[in-house]
């Protein structure tokens, strides 16, 4: 089993940065790869981010490419998500994924495991 932990979650102003961590632990060497979704209001969950623990690929959806970075740290099985120039349609609960998929992209990611989620707000 692995277990995801997010964190960095806020209310920010339009325009506004932050960074979400999420932290692995248990089996983090049966996945190949980390991800992060969000989940507004009424709405389906949706693909952001995601990058592979080793190679360093990354997949970014269209919606926040040139915004936000993901990045991670091996020795501390943390992935990281920047996020710059926010605006209020950001605004969602991020969820942090894992998957033990060998193959995986910008649009098929499938998580194995999940967060708890971390709530970022935008306002205008």
């Known amino acids: 089993q692995v277990q995801l932990v997010e964190s960095g979650g806020g209310l920010v102003q339009a325009g506004g940065s932050l960074r979400l961590s999420c932290a692995a632990s248990?089996?983090?060497?049966?996945?190949?790869?980390m991800g992060w979704f969000r989940q507004a209001p009424d709405k389906e969950r949706e693909f952001v981010a995601a990058?592979?623990?080793?190679?360093?690929?990354?997949y970014y959806a269209d919606s926040v490419k040139g915004r936000f970075t993901i990045s991670r740290d091996n020795a501390k099985n943390t992935v990281y998500l920047q996020m710059n120039s926010l605006k209020p349609e950001d605004t969602a609960v991020y969820y942090c994924?894992?998957?033990?998929?060998?193959?995986?992209?910008?649009?098929?990611?499938?998580?194995?495991?999940w967060g708890q989620g971390t709530q970022v707000t935008v306002s205008s």
């Open positions: 248990g089996r983090t060497s049966s996945t190949s790869g």
């Open positions: 990058i592979s623990w080793s190679g360093g690929r990354t």
């Open positions: 994924a894992a998957t033990k998929k060998a193959y995986y992209n910008g649009g098929y990611f499938p998580g194995d495991y």
